[in-house]
Antibody, heavy 121, light 109 residues
Framework: QVQLQESGPGLVKPSQTLSLTCTVSGGSISSGGYYWSWIRQHPGKGLEWIGYIYNSESTYYNPSLKSRITISVDTSKNQFSLNLSSVTAADTAVYYC?????????????WGQGTLVTVSS | ENVLTQSPGTLSLSPGETATLSCRASQSVSSSYIAWYQQKPGQAPRLLIYAAFNRATGIPDRFRGSGSGTDFTLTISRLKPEDFAVYYCQQYGSTPLLTFGGGTKVEIK
C-alpha cells in the first residue's frame, strides 16, 4: 500500500520560500508510470493543482504559479519536494502531495493527509 | 483553460436516495482523462472514479461515472450516511494540464 506524508514548516513569513517534502513509502518513487504532484486547497475552497514531476527531472507546472515553483525529487530518500518562492497571504492553504497514475488516465490515486501552511509575519 | 463547472453547488438528499452530480467542461475532454473524488471534512480527497467510468479499488458499485465530450456525471445510488461529502471532478488535457471543478456538496436533508 503506497503512502505519502507531507512535512515542512506550518508557518512561513511573507516574501520567503515555502518548502515542503513528501515522503513516499510502500513503493519506489522511481517506478515508471507515475507522476508525483502537489495540490493545494485554500481554506474552505476547492482544489488547485500546483505541478508534478516525472522521470525524476521532467516537470509540468500550473502556469498561474510557474514563475515561483520548483518541484524536485530525491530518489535516494524516496522523496519529492516543493519550493514556492515569494509567498503572500494568498498562499495560505492546505498542501497535499499525491501520486498521479498515468497508465490509465491522469488521476490522483494516492494522497498524503495534507499539511496546513500559513503565511503570516 | 478548460474550466470544469460542477452543478449543483449543493445537493440536499436523504439516505437511500440517488444523487446525480454534473461536471461540464468548457472544452471537450477525452473520457480517459476524467476523474471524480470524494472529500470529507479534514481529510484528503479520495479517488472514486477514473477514466470517466472506472471505479477505483474498493469503491462500491453504488458509485457510477458516465458521460463523454463535455458532459460527465457521477451517480450515487442508495445514499449511505458516509456518502455525504464534497465531490470534485478533475480533468487532464489542456493548459493548465490538470484542473478540478468547484465541487458539489452532498448534504443530509
Amino acid at each position: 500500500q503506497v503512502q505519502l506524508q507531507e512535512s515542512g514548516p506550518g508557518l512561513v513569513k511573507p516574501s520567503q520560500t515555502l518548502s515542503l517534502t513528501c515522503t513516499v513509502s510502500g513503493g519506489s518513487i522511481s517506478s515508471g508510470g507515475y507522476y508525483w504532484s502537489w495540490i493545494r486547497q485554500h481554506p474552505g475552497k476547492g482544489l488547485e493543482w500546483i505541478g508534478y514531476i516525472y522521470n525524476s527531472e521532467s516537470t509540468y507546472y500550473n502556469p498561474s504559479l510557474k514563475s515561483r515553483i520548483t518541484i524536485s525529487v530525491d530518489t535516494s530518500k524516496n522523496q519529492f519536494s516543493l519550493n514556492l518562492s515569494s509567498v503572500t497571504a494568498a498562499d495560505t492553504a492546505v498542501y497535499y502531495c499525491a501520486r498521479v497514475e498515468s497508465m490509465a488516465g491522469r488521476h490522483f490515486d494516492y494522497w498524503g493527509q495534507g499539511t496546513l501552511v500559513t503565511v503570516s509575519s | 483553460e478548460n474550466v470544469l463547472t460542477q452543478s449543483p453547488g449543493t445537493l440536499s438528499l436523504s439516505p437511500g436516495e440517488t444523487a446525480t452530480l454534473s461536471c461540464r467542461a468548457s472544452q471537450s475532454v477525452s473520457s480517459s482523462y476524467i476523474a471524480w473524488y470524494q472529500q470529507k471534512p479534514g481529510q484528503a480527497p479520495r479517488l472514486l472514479i477514473y477514466a470517466a467510468f472506472n471505479r477505483a479499488t474498493g469503491i462500491p458499485d453504488r458509485f457510477r461515472g458516465s458521460g463523454s465530450g463535455t458532459d460527465f456525471t457521477l451517480t450515487i445510488s442508495r445514499l449511505k450516511p458516509e456518502d455525504f461529502a464534497v465531490y470534485y471532478c478533475q480533468q487532464y488535457g489542456s493548459t493548465p494540464l490538470l484542473t478540478f471543478g468547484g465541487g458539489t456538496k452532498v448534504e443530509i436533508k
